[in-house]
């Protein structure tokens, strides 16, 4: 069945150092979907992408997150210059069809913890 | 607002029926959807529904949905403890990003 990947499954960083979270969506999917989980929290939206650009972003993705699919298969999210509060699980989603339409799959999540 | 409510904690037996309720804010939500979150693991969509129909029933998993008063329900039948987990409500928006309630933790004893 096809899934979501991303990579790395955990990483450490330090305070204000760039981070780059890497997705794989499933490969007939067009649009695209970063969200985060800060630990014992809600689920929050963070941006969502669709032909080659950002079609929507939330008050938390703010100038120190960018999104960007460099070639026909990944997804990443960059945070330029990570602070304490960036630690959470970040989640890639993506969707085959229009904006609203049906199921969107997540995949396994990036836990970031910034020290 | 944005919230989308869930009681925070279900703690049934086995074998029991478990009802996790949710309520949200957007009528003009088209779909809704229940996702199920186990310990360190990623988001798995159990089911969803569109805003037009009223049930829908998948094998031990029953969504109920009353759009008039914007609440949502996932029955669990024979709840087992491998159900043990949180889930999570959320509806889309037109956009198509989901708005997510806080998770239900549901515990299973045997």
């Known amino acids: 069945e096809p899934e979501v990947t991303q990579t790395p499954s955990h990483q450490v960083t330090q305070m204000g150092q760039e981070v780059i979270l890497r997705c794989v969506p499933i490969?007939?999917?067009?649009?695209f979907y970063w969200y985060r989980q800060i630990l014992g929290q809600k689920v929050e939206f963070l941006v969502s992408?669709?032909?080659?650009?950002?079609?929507?972003k939330s008050e938390i993705f703010d100038d120190q997150f960018s999104v960007e699919r460099p070639d026909g298969s990944n997804f990443t999210l960059k945070i330029r210059s990570t602070k304490l509060e960036d630690s959470a699980m970040y989640f890639c989603?993506?969707?085959?069809?229009?904006?609203?339409?049906?199921?969107?799959?997540f995949g396994e999540g990036s836990r970031l913890t910034v020290l | 607002g944005e919230d989308v409510e869930q009681s925070l904690f279900l703690s049934v037996r086995e074998g029991d029926s478990s009802v996790i309720n949710c309520t949200y804010t957007?009528?003009?939500?088209?779909?809704l959807y229940w996702y199920k979150q186990e310990p360190g693991a990623g988001l798995q969509l159990l089911t969803y529904?569109?805003?037009?129909?009223d049930m829908k029933q998948d094998q031990r998993l029953t969504v109920l949905l009353n759009k008039k008063d914007k609440h949502l329900s996932l029955r669990i039948a024979d709840t087992q403890t491998g159900d043990s987990a949180i889930y999570f409500c959320?509806?889309?928006?037109?956009?198509?990003?989901?708005?997510f309630g806080q998770g239900t933790t549901l515990q299973v004893k045997p």
């Open positions: 529904i569109f805003s037009n129909m």
């Open positions: 989603a993506s969707r085959e069809g229009s904006a609203n339409t049906g199921e969107l799959f």
């Open positions: 992408f669709y032909n080659n650009e950002i079609s929507e």
């Open positions: 490969s007939n999917h067009l649009y």
């Open positions: 959320a509806e889309s928006r037109p956009t198509g990003k989901l708005i």
């Open positions: 957007d009528s003009s939500s088209t779909y």
